[in-house]
């Protein structure tokens, strides 16, 4: 079955760490997203991609960067430049940005600090 | 900048009732997309029902509808015969036709929908 896989489903990142959460989709979409998810605050976009080796930013970027060097493959990493980076991330796809496709989600990764 | 607005943080339904969850919006645009999405506590986002703005018709899909008001920017869903597995919190998304933010989901803050039994 098509989907997007992330891993891990939990992260725990020390201080001055940085860490990289992976996604991966098998849906040929074009367009990948990753959104942040605090409580009470819905989700915020924090990068996107359009096509390979082509990336923006979104809402809320610093601290974070994305690499898209693969059309199945959008990892986001967690620099030791995000001083809150405890939330839910979730990776997202669609089949081209253009449209009403709706976007496919991942089950998310959870990341805390020690 | 467009908006996604969800006034009841939370919502409590009877099971086998019916419940309504509202959403505004703000736009400049006439050509854009309307979301609805479910996350039970599983964290897993699905996809509910979709709304196309140049479309007056409502979108309906089995017990989920939505009364979409483009003038006065409203798009609230409905869910029928509340079951227990519709427990969750739900999202209001906004997205643009066309333009730079192309494809970007715009999203309110969630409904945290209850369902008694």
């Known amino acids: 079955d098509g989907g997007i896989t992330q891993s891990p489903k939990y992260l725990f990142r020390k201080e001055g760490q940085n860490v990289t959460l992976s996604c991966e989709q098998n849906?040929?979409?074009?367009?990948m997203y990753w959104y942040r998810q605090d409580p009470g605050q819905g989700l915020r976009l924090i990068y996107y991609?359009?096509?390979?080796?082509?990336?923006q930013k979104g809402d809320i970027a610093e601290g974070y960067s994305v690499s898209r060097e693969k059309k199945e493959s959008f990892p986001l990493t967690v620099t030791s430049a995000q001083k809150n980076p405890t939330a839910f991330y979730l990776c997202?796809?669609?089949?081209?940005?253009?449209?009403?496709?709706?976007?496919?989600f991942g089950d998310g990764t959870r990341l805390s600090i020690l | 900048a467009q908006t996604v607005t969800q006034s009841q943080p939370e919502m409590s339904v009877q099971e086998a009732e019916t419940v309504t969850l509202s959403c505004t919006y703000d736009t400049s645009e006439s050509d854009y997309y309307l979301f609805w999405y479910k996350q039970p506590p599983s964290r897993q986002m699905i996809l509910v029902i979709r709304q196309e703005a140049y479309k007056q018709q409502n979108a309906t899909e089995n017990r989920f509808s939505v009364n979409f008001q483009k003038a006065a920017k409203s798009f609230s869903l409905k869910i029928s015969d509340s079951q227990l597995g519709d427990a969750a919190m739900y999202f209001c998304?906004?997205?643009?036709?066309?333009?730079?933010?192309?494809?970007?989901?715009?999203f309110g803050k969630g409904t945290k929908l209850s369902v008694k039994p």
């Open positions: 849906l040929n979409h074009d367009a």
């Open positions: 998304a906004y997205r643009e036709g066309y333009g730079g933010s192309q494809g970007n989901l715009i």
């Open positions: 997202a796809s669609s089949p081209y940005t253009l449209g009403g496709q709706p976007q496919h």
């Open positions: 991609s359009q096509i390979v080796n082509d990336f």
